[in-house]
């Protein structure tokens, strides 16, 4: 029988009460971190990556590219793996490189007639440029935060994941996710398995590129572009900073009724069978440890509830204290909803700069409003 709260089983209480996260971090690991994390690492490629090492060559090919004053904007397709080859954009500064770099990654949202053009401004699709516009007028402040990053010199790449912008299908929506989930099950795969490898290999790209500094290429994204970015800079060894907008909470605390997680459809691009049986989601962003990661949340963000969040938040803090690395993980949460404002995207940025040694200026207050 189903709870009458929610979909889930009337015995889902005694199912939760078996969720020991046998991988996940606690105290006595505090002596060894390295090896709690190579432990942990094996497991969580087993389960969050599809099998096999894809060797293909990118191969890619610019299309288009477009002179936006102190950076370009390109146009171009790549083979994100053997069996895909897909469009992106990539911006590029003016100058002399190698630059640092970003790897943006879209969010869910629901929608999917656009991917990356929620991060980089699109152009010479008006359907498109109006979409993206609206979606950075209810999330950014107006803003582009892939433009944003290119004005202070790095270069960005933003890729589609399946299912949205130019990988997405007519009549491709909400309801349409669940038999794609289904489908790539019965295929022997997952949507977040095919998600998280072809951001894996979208990071390698990037850090191949011979503009872009390897030594410095982060991952940013917001919701589920969030999970993404903490999820890749775990699993891929040419991410070495993330930055994480809003998705963060312990699962235990995000199975409440009414929270996206147990609704199926959108959730299915972020679950990995049986990865509840070894891990929580702080642990595997926590698998990143000891690279710089800055992780926000909103104080009234009804998708990830405050005590879950804090939670993880301080199991997080655990790992890095322990690599002697306490002052490379930041977190902290900020007034308002789901949102990632111009003030929040100026003390990120600030912070980017500073773990890549391009400023010594100090970031904006973590939290909170910036100073006057």
């Avoid at 980089?120 to 582009?144: D, K, L, T, V």
């Avoid at 999820?231 to 900073?241: E, P």
Wanted: net charge neutral; proline share 6%; aromatic share 10%.
């Amino acid at each position: 029988m189903l709870a009458p709260e929610s979909q889930l089983p009337v015995f889902h209480q005694q199912l939760r009460d078996k969720l020991t996260f046998s991988l996940g971090w606690a105290n006595e690991h505090h002596a060894k971190p390295q090896d709690w994390t190579q432990a942990g690492l094996r497991k969580a490629r087993e389960l969050m990556l599809l099998p096999g090492q894809d060797l293909t060559p990118f191969s890619a090919r610019v299309i288009e590219e477009l002179d936006r004053g102190s950076y370009l904007a390109r146009k171009l397709e790549f083979n994100v793996s053997a069996e895909s080859r897909v469009a992106a954009l990539l911006l590029v500064p003016k100058g002399k490189g190698p630059f640092p770099a970003v790897l943006a990654l879209h969010d869910h949202g629901a929608r999917f007639d656009i991917g990356k053009e929620k991060l980089i401004q699109p152009w010479g699709n008006p359907a498109r440029e109006r979409a993206a516009a609206e979606w950075a007028g209810r999330y950014f402040s107006g803003h582009y935060p892939g433009d944003e990053l290119a004005k202070r010199g790095y270069v960005v790449l933003a890729v589609d994941a399946l299912g949205w912008g130019d990988r997405s299908g007519a009549g491709f929506e909400r309801d349409s996710q669940q038999a794609l989930a289904a489908n790539l099950f019965n295929l022997g795969s997952s949507w977040a398995a095919l998600i998280a490898s072809e951001d894996a290999q979208a990071a390698k790209f990037l850090a191949e590129m011979p503009e872009v500094d390897v030594r410095q290429v982060a991952a940013l994204g917001f919701s589920m572009g969030a999970q993404r970015a903490w999820q890749v800079a775990a699993l891929s060894d040419a991410v070495t900073a993330s930055i994480a907008v809003n998705w963060m909470a312990g699962l235990q605390g995000l199975m409440v009724p009414g929270n996206n997680q147990l609704k199926g459809q959108s959730s299915f691009a972020m679950l990995h069978p049986y990865l509840a049986r070894y891990l929580d989601y702080p642990d595997v962003a926590a698998l990143a440890a000891p690279k710089p990661m800055l992780l926000y949340a909103g104080a009234q963000d009804a998708l990830f509830p405050l005590a879950s969040v804090s939670q993880a938040f301080a199991k997080m803090a655990q790992v890095w204290s322990a690599y002697g690395a306490a002052e490379r993980l930041q977190t902290c949460i900020w007034p308002g909803a789901h949102q990632f404002t111009a003030a929040q995207q100026d003390a990120a940025f600030d912070w980017l700069d500073l773990q890549f040694k391009r400023s010594n200026r100090m970031p904006l207050p973590a939290c909170g409003e910036p100073s006057k």
